[in-house]
Every structure is written in C-alpha cells, then in structure tokens.
C-alpha cells in the first residue's frame, strides 16, 4: 500500500517523519510509495543520549514508545554522527524471557516466510544452502547457485528460516517441520487436527482454505511432493500441474486455460485423476484449450484440432476437426487413424528371452526415498523402469546406477566409486554408459542437427570433389560456415544478422549479403546435382533422403532421422531452436550411426539410459521410435528406459516397477519380470494399467 491514512495520523499527532524501510520519510508532503512493494513503517520518538541527566526525558520516551507500540518498542544506538552501531534491539512488556531478559517483537505472517527479509535465515538468506558469495539481492535461481554443491546451511540445517521464526510451534512442530511433510501426509494431519473452543475458532477458515489447496494439489497427482520443494528441482509437468492446482483454488470464470502437454510425467493411474480435475476447470464456466499426444485426452476432449498432414513443411494446416469420433471417421488423419485402430500399435517384435543375457546386479540401493533396493537388470535388453511419479525411477536410474557405472567405467580410481548403494555386479559387461536425455545439442546458433550428428563434414567432401571446386582449388573447409573463406563474413556465418532496436527487444532478420545462404557468392557458385552447399543446409531432411541416396552411409544416417520422426527438421536448423525432445532424438541418432553389424560380438556393449523419450511425440512418432530403440538392442547394446508411455512399456524384454506409491511410500519394487509377469502382480499399477491397454488394443 501507498500508507497515506497512516502518515496522516502521525502529522495530527505532531510526528514530522517516519521511518520507512529504514530511511527517514517527511509526513507532509507523504511521497507516493511504491504499493506493490513490501515496506517496513517505524515511528521514531526520539534521539537522547543516555546519560543519568536525561533519565526523566528517555522514561518519557519509553512510556510514549510502549503507547504507541502496544507493549513494544525498539532500540536503536547512533554514533556521534548519528550512524547506526549495533543494528536494533527489541524490548516488550509482553514478549520477554523472564531468564535471560531477551524481548521478541509481535510475530508478524512475514516472520514465517523464508521469502521475505523479516523471516529468512540471516546466514543463506532464505535458500536453506551455504552458498558462498551469495547476497539478499540474488533470488537463489541463478545458474551458478542452481549448479553448485551446497551442504545444507549450518545455520538453519536447511530449514531456510530465522531461529524466532522456527521457535514458535503449532502442536509441538514449528512451520518448517509442516513444510517438510509431503502433500499427502500434511493433508492427513491438518484433516484430522482435534482443536477446540478458541483455537477451534482461529484455525476455522484457515484449516478450511489449507485443505481445499492440498486436495487441489492431489488432484493433480502431486501428493508426492514435499510442501518445501525448491522450485528449480521440479519437472516441467510438475511445475505446471502446480499451477493448475493454483488455478482450482481461485475459482476464476470465463477464463480461457492453455495448457501444454499436462500429461507429461504422469503415469497413466494420474491420468484419469488429471482429465477430472480439467474437467472440474471446465465445469465452472472456463474453455481448456489443450495441445496433447495423449490418446486418453483426445478421445476425453469435446472438440479436437487435427494439424498436418506432416511435420514442419509438410504440416500446419488443419486436417480434421470435431469429435474423436469425427477424427476417425476422416481417412486423411493420421491420429484418428492410430485412435481407430489401436490394435496396430501392440508390441510387434517378440520379446527377447532373459535366462541366457548377462545380468548387471545393483544391491542395497538407498538414496532419496529408495528403502535399500535389490535389482537386476538384464544386459542386451529393452529394459523399462516403471511406475507413478515420485516412486523413485529418476534416483533408482539417474543417480545410482549412472553415477555408479560412470564412477566404475572412469580412469581414475576413487575411493568409493558407487554412489546411493553398497555395490554393483557385473559392471565389467558393460563397454560404456551414455544418457541420453533431453538437454540442448548446442548452445550457440552455429550448431546444428548436420554438425551434430556428423554427416556435415561427408556433406563438404562431396562438394569439395566436384570438377567445379576442383578447378578453383577449394578444400572441405572451404564450405564450411564456421570458418573465414567460405562462409559469408558480413553474417559470420550465420545467415542473419541481430539488430539492436532502442527501447525494444533486439531482433533477428536475414543477412542482406547471403540472403540467409550463410556462404559467399565464390563458394555459392560450387553446385552438386544442381544445388548449392547454401541450399542443401536449408534442405529438409526427407528431401535430403533421396538427394543424396546414392551415398550408403550419408543415405542411412539421414534415413535414421526420418525414423525417429525427424524428418521435418532442415540440416542447418538451428540447435537452440530444437526442442528437448527433439535435440534427444538427434542424440539417439548419432549412437545408431555408430552401431556396426558386428557389435553383438563384442564382449562389452554400450548401456543406454533415455528418460521418458516419448514426451513430445505423436503415436506415430511413438512407434518409429520403438523401433529405433529396439534396433539399438539388436546391435547388441542395453536400453533402460524410464517410462510412462503404456506402448513402448509393452515392447519392454523386461520391467521394473517401483512403488507402490510416490514420495516415502514408493521406492520398493512392487513388479519386476516380462510385461505378461507384472500384468499378474495385482499390486502394481502400471501391471493394471497394461492389462487394460492390452485389452482395449485387442
């Protein structure tokens, strides 16, 4: 607020300043404060020095001071210059120890609230880490805070608040002890609190506002989640299904909602609990507009928006729209083609056998909320980790077993190369670990899917072979675009160049020179099959499928992008441009270029660990990606795969389920075997959710 009633009672009391956020402030004229912002208003009464001679005057000022401050007053020691010394000391003749004579202030919502100054931990300003070098004008996400090593902050263990803040207690527990709880043990708590008369009386409103947002939280399958999770550690669908469950507490109407993929990240048992609370969105008067692959929420959804028929090109144009019903019924959608006929995306390769692979054995695995885990997995397999979210996949696989294998498989000797468990077996079967995840391929715009992958450099070969290059002496590096000779110098390289706009954002528009060619006009004059380097980087990749199918290995490499789904994106793409599912599935290229037939041979194939890599993808995609993953396995390597997606789940050799539930009630492991196996386990979720895909397939 802009505090203007309160600056005008202090000037009818004869009061011409206030202190405001420890600065003098007049009362008239009152300045307009800033009414978004948090401030901090103090009333001074009085500067004395303390001396037996003013003893009557400072009683005076005491007196005055409790008055106005009902039972509280500050304390504030100045210098002769009049420069602060010892910060500010509070007394009460209401909140003081009666042992050691230290006064509190009146608590205040802010002391709570490791997010404000008047309630964060003085030592790690309410990030709950030591963190050197950190200030209170830093917000705690900035990138070199996000990757540092913390310990916990020896100050507050952690705990991110004050010591008034953590000494005050509600049923023997102060508010970091609550905030420490998981969604759903805190909603057991506070439904069954036992209060009464005036307690009962305070908490009334409050405990009912608390309840409704924890359901809103379990709502939307995040009952997992512990209250003080630091924002920068959740997933993207989990930071979004938060602020959805944000949105069902507000009851807002005639809203519009658009949501983006809401299902990623969710096992199919959260499904149906996310599609009720859209539902519930809908139902109070609001429109949802979805973009989704799911096919549970598109047979759900009232009205659906068909785009293709392709991907970039080849699409952006509506294809079907109306019912599910209308999709199916229309032959030139694809999705409502996989929607009619589910029966085609059953598993179609058999499942390998298990009781003759290698078997890679990881014992007494207990990091986060695994309960000391026992797991074999099986080598030369398609391998799914399985089950609700929170149930420990990401720590299970991520952190024990990557971490591990790395350690193992590194040069150098550490002391205890395991990490989250008390040992591995049958590590030595295994050549190298890679994760392939969802993180960019390249950082700067110079990077691109033809440079990543590798098939760039066959690319400058071939034009550095024709008679025309040839004969004006030009090499491989003269088509490159990276370096000074060929490219065009006044874009770099680059094919745009960047303009600084005043008061604006600055923006990105072809380069004038190449027309966004990225060569020069020499280099430009070099032609294969009658295309120039500048236009084959602007090429498609199915285009450049059978532009250059005469070159075996250039031919497959590119024929491997169209399989995993890829055939949309140009070979000069831009990296930061690509999406993380995208920039993975590129990543998967360029480890399948490299199989060989002669890989099964080898003693020590490669392990691959992906991360749900059917986020982002259509049924479609889902499909050729199966393939693209089995493919690796039968060039002898070993895929474990962290997954939701019931399709590639039912293609699995074999499956690991963990659970039965998210947070402290996950991490054991409730099925493991072939898919027929963990159907039979009537514990398991994901067996449940399995058998009734196979059922409805069929």
């Not at 359901?215 to 009952?223: I, K």
């Not at 004059?525 to 602007?538: C, M, N, P, S």
Request: charged residues 25%.
């Amino acid at each position: 607020g802009i505090y203007k009633e309160l600056a005008q009672w202090a000037a009818r009391k004869g009061f011409t300043l206030l202190r405001v956020d420890g600065e003098p402030v007049p009362t008239e004229p009152w300045p307009k404060l800033d009414r978004y912002r948090e401030h901090n208003i103090e009333l001074p009464l009085g500067d004395v020095p303390a001396t037996p001679d003013n003893e009557p005057e400072l009683v005076g000022l005491v007196e005055q001071a409790l008055e106005h401050g009902k039972g509280g007053l500050w304390l504030i020691e100045l210098d002769a210059a009049g420069n602060w010394l010892n910060g500010q000391t509070a007394f009460s003749t209401q909140r003081a120890c009666p042992g050691c004579g230290k006064s509190f202030e009146e608590p205040d919502p802010r002391l709570f609230s490791y997010n404000s100054k008047h309630g964060w931990c003085r030592s790690c300003f309410g990030t709950g880490l030591e963190l050197k070098g950190f200030d209170a004008e830093q917000s705690g996400e900035e990138r070199e805070w996000l990757e540092a090593e913390a310990h916990a902050c020896p100050a507050c263990a952690g705990r991110r608040l004050r010591p008034e803040a953590l000494a005050i207690r509600f049923e023997d527990c102060s508010i970091a002890d609550y905030s420490a709880l998981p969604v759903s043990e805190a909603t057991g708590i506070f439904r069954d609190l036992g209060l009464s008369g005036r307690d009962a009386a305070i908490a009334r409103d409050v405990l009912a506002e608390l309840n409704n947002r924890l359901a809103f939280l379990r709502e939307v399958g995040l009952g997992y989640l512990s209250l003080d999770r630091a924002a920068p550690t959740l997933s993207g669908g989990e930071a979004q299904r938060i602020r959805l469950a944000a949105q069902l507490g507000s009851n807002l109407r005639g809203v519009c909602y658009i949501l983006d993929e809401p299902t990623i990240g969710l096992h199919p048992r959260d499904n149906q609990r996310l599609l009720d609370t859209l539902s519930k969105l809908e139902g109070q008067g609001n429109t949802l507009v979805v973009v989704e692959h799911d096919e549970e929420t598109i047979r759900r959804a009232e009205y659906v928006l068909d785009l293709g028929p392709g991907a970039g090109r080849e699409g952006g144009r509506v294809v079907a729209a109306g019912s599910a019903a209308a999709l199916m019924a229309n032959p030139d959608s694809l999705t409502g083609r996989y929607l009619a006929r589910p029966e085609r995306r059953l598993g179609k390769t058999p499942h390998r056998d298990t009781q003759n692979a290698y078997w890679l054995g990881l014992f007494g695995a207990k990091l986060n909320n695994l309960h000391g885990l026992d797991v074999e997995i099986p080598l030369g397999r398609l391998v799914c980790v399985t089950g609700v979210s929170g149930s420990g996949k990401s720590t299970l696989v991520r952190e024990v077993l990557h971490q591990s294998l790395k350690n193992l498989l590194g040069k150098g000797k550490l002391k205890r190369p395991v990490h989250g468990c008390k040992k591995i077996e049958g590590w030595e079967a295994v050549h190298r670990v890679l994760e392939v995840d969802q993180t960019p391929i390249g950082k700067t715009p110079r990077s691109c899917p033809a440079t990543y992958v590798g098939f760039w450099d066959a690319i400058r070969k071939l034009y550095a072979g024709t008679a025309e290059a040839r004969l004006r002496g030009y090499d491989p590096g003269r088509f490159s675009f990276n370096t000074k000779g060929g490219r065009c110098e006044v874009c770099a390289g680059q094919g745009y160049q960047r303009i600084e706009m005043s008061f604006l954002p600055d923006v990105q528009a072809p380069c004038e020179a190449c027309n966004g060619a990225r060569f020069n006009p020499e280099t430009l004059d070099v032609t294969f099959k009658g295309r120039t380097i500048g236009e084959v980087l602007a090429m498609g990749v199915d285009e450049a499928v059978a532009f250059f199918s005469a070159h075996r290995n250039l031919h497959n490499t590119l024929r491997l992008m169209q399989d995993v789904g890829l055939g949309y994106l140009t070979l000069g793409q831009r990296s930061p441009t690509l999406s993380g599912g995208e920039a993975q599935r590129i990543k998967l290229v360029t480890e399948l270029a490299k199989v060989k037939p002669d890989d099964r041979a080898n003693p020590r194939p490669a392990l691959y660990i992906l991360d749900e890599p059917t986020v982002g993808l259509h049924m479609a995609d889902v499909e050729r990606l199966i393939q693209v993953l089995q493919r690796l396995v039968d060039g002898g390597s070993s895929v474990i795969v962290i997954e939701h997606n019931l399709e590639l789940i039912a293609e699995a050799d074999w499956i690991i389920d963990l659970g039965p539930e998210g947070g402290e009630a996950g991490g054991r492991i409730v099925a493991q075997g072939p898919p027929g196996e963990v159907m039979k386990t009537p514990e398991s979720r994901t067996g449940g959710a399995l058998a009734e895909f196979f059922e409805f397939a069929r």
